[in-house]
T-cell receptor, first 110, second 111 residues
Framework: NAGVTQTPKFQVLKTGQSMTLQCAQDMNHEYMSWYRQDPGMGLRLIHYSVGAGITDQGEVPNGYNVSRSTTEDFPLRLLSAAPSQTSVYFC?????????FGPGTRLTVL | GEDVEQSLFLSVREGDSSVINCTYTDSSSTYLYWYKQEPGAGLQLLTYIFSNMDMKQDQRLTVLLNKKDKHLSLRIADTQTGDSAIYFCAERAGGYNKLIFGAGTRLAVHP
């Protein structure tokens, strides 16, 4: 199993550009989440999904959209990037009591 | 609201024990977690404890939970240089996905 994979590993955007961060898992987990990690702070939940076709907002959802058309994939979309979205983004999938994290995407918005 | 707090930095000598502390505010938390993050890497689940337990031991790791004081600690016995990392405490607030993280404790191990 590859576990949770994320692409790209690094990305630089200009303010106002859009992009999609990809996340995939091959463990058949129903639950998936997106977090952002900022210096000196813990991870904060952006959006999550409890299964295909079902998504909900987390703690900091503004500026981000998600969809869940398949169990495997949970992409995160930035429609109009802002410098405040410069961060490291982690995707995770959950099974019972354990949450497995991807390696992260480091995003810089200029 | 939900909040998790940790001290930001801990320095220990190689071979000593490390104790990383965490406090949380949500009394309905069912699970509490410890994650390890090495530089440039994702989060690795170290261990977790269910709220009806007060201690869990896993090799060099000991987790203590004081539910009355909402205090969680992680003890690493015989700390090694490979244990140098950031350690995050997290509580499960609600469903499986909803983890509330502390800011992380940077553990530095020196000879």
């Amino acid at each position: 199993n590859a576990g949770v994979t994320q692409t790209p590993k690094f990305q630089v955007l200009k303010t106002g550009q859009s992009m999609t961060l990809q996340c995939a898992q091959d463990m058949n987990h129903e639950y998936m989440s997106w977090y952002r990690q900022d210096p000196g702070m813990g991870l904060r939940l952006i959006h999550y999904s409890v299964g295909a076709g079902i998504t909900d907002q987390g703690e900091v959802p503004n500026g981000y959209n998600v969809s869940r058309s398949t169990t495997e994939d949970f992409p995160l979309r930035l429609l109009s990037a802002a410098p405040s979205q410069t961060s490291v983004y982690f995707c995770a999938s959950s099974y019972l009591d354990e949450q497995f994290f991807g390696p992260g995407t480091r995003l810089t918005v200029l | 609201g939900e909040d998790v707090e940790q001290s930001l930095f801990l320095s220990v000598r190689e071979g000593d024990s490390s104790v990383i502390n965490c406090t949380y505010t949500d009394s309905s938390s069912t699970y509490l977690y410890w994650y390890k993050q090495e530089p440039g890497a994702g989060l690795q689940l170290l261990t977790y404890i269910f709220s009806n337990m007060d201690m869990k031991q896993d090799q060099r790791l000991t987790v203590l939970l004081n539910k009355k004081d909402k205090h969680l600690s992680l003890r690493i016995a015989d700390t090694q240089t490979g244990d140098s990392a950031i350690y995050f405490c997290a509580e499960r607030a609600g469903g499986y996905n909803k983890l509330i993280f502390g800011a992380g404790t940077r553990l530095a191990v020196h000879p």
